[in-house]
């Protein structure tokens, strides 16, 4: 497909699409979408930054606009399961921009938040629910949610969702939904668990692979520094302090050592704020509209907390800490190089942490 118009979605989302500036699809999106469209189970492997989100949101908002159905009371149409409440904003917003002119009714759901406004969001019933499962599953026992009208259910970053200890609550919800439906799960790797409930909740699914499992956007530039620990502050203050250091996204281990590094920075005189589990929700959506507005140019973020980061112009990604995991790597440093830009990866590695290298 060389470009959006050959999907045939309705005229409304073409000019959504118009409107935002999207021309050409990217691979996901060309391998996907036809098979969305048909109605097809669907197993997709992609890391971030492929576009993953209009890939499965596209294909949902044309079938929706198509096949009308009423819903009522607590009732929704498709479920998107998702790990975290900043990606979970962010595919929201996705599908605001993208259906604003369906008429379509959405609603958001995560924790960290009180989940009054929630509930009422949900008490007319609403044609996409966005959650994280933990709130999800909670607000499903009380008996707020209903699932006898949903049409599609997506698994998204589901590697993800095994890494944070949610699997056991996927596979509550996951059991609570009707078996006629159609069903998306995306993860950037595939572990034996996720292989394995894949096998268990898609029907004859097609396969979608855009990038080989733990591999790397190939337009990183990346590069590894041997230093000891208590060197690594000053060695970050002077890749700050380049000129080419634009957009700085920094990965700490722990929630402490990411404050320890913004109370450095802020004596340095430079910009910088922390995102962690420890900050709460509207903590976390200040830093990340500074950090994407430009207003700061370093943000600090522990990996669940970093999961919803997506911002385009990030100039680098540096792995404070080395990471326990390849795939952890994998998605910090994917974090640069987004839509066809290119990027900077830096690893700080102490001796003591050659092991994880």
Do not use: W
């Amino acid at each position: 497909m060389s470009n959006f118009k050959s999907f045939e979605f309705s005229p409304a989302i073409n000019q959504a699409l118009t409107e935002k500036g999207y021309t050409t699809p990217t691979p996901i999106q060309t391998a996907a979408i036809p098979h969305l469209l048909n109605g097809r189970d669907l197993l997709g492997i992609a890391q971030t930054g492929t576009g993953k989100t209009a890939a499965f949101a596209l294909p949902i908002l044309d079938k929706l606009t198509k096949e009308k159905k009423a819903i009522s009371y607590r009732e929704v149409r498709v479920l998107i399961l998702t790990p975290t409440r900043e990606l979970a904003s962010q595919i929201n917003d996705n599908i605001i921009a993208y259906g604003k002119n369906l008429g379509l009714k959405h609603a958001v759901i995560f924790g960290g938040v009180g989940s009054f406004q929630q509930i009422k969001a949900m008490a007319k019933g609403v044609d996409i629910l966005v959650a994280t499962p933990g709130r999800l599953l909670d607000l499903t026992n009380q008996g707020h949610i209903r699932y006898n009208k949903l049409d599609v259910f997506v698994l998204d970053e589901a590697d993800r969702m095994l890494d944070m200890g949610f699997i056991n609550d996927v596979k509550a919800i996951i059991r609570k939904l009707p078996q006629q439906r159609q069903t998306l799960l995306f993860s950037a790797t595939m572990p034996d668990d996720i292989a394995m409930l894949a096998t268990t909740i898609l029907k004859n699914p097609v396969k979608v692979e855009v990038t080989p499992v733990s591999s790397t956007v190939e337009k990183i530039n990346q590069t590894i520094a041997m230093v000891k620990r208590a060197q690594k502050p000053q060695l970050l203050k002077s890749i700050l302090q380049g000129p080419e250091a634009t957009s700085v996204l920094v990965f700490s281990r722990t929630k402490h050592g990411a404050n320890h590094i913004v109370k450095y920075l802020d004596q340095s005189a430079i910009s910088s704020a922390a995102i962690h589990g420890n900050k709460s929700q509207s903590a976390r959506e200040m830093a990340l509209q500074k950090f994407r507005s430009g207003k700061i140019k370093v943000l600090i973020a522990t990996d669940i907390a970093a999961r919803g980061i997506d911002i385009p112009g990030i100039s680098h990604v540096i792995n404070y800490d080395i990471p326990d995991h390849p795939e952890s790597y994998v998605h910090r440093i994917g974090r640069t190089a987004r839509a066809g830009r290119e990027g900077i990866a830096i690893s700080f590695c102490d001796p003591s942490e050659q092991e994880q290298l």
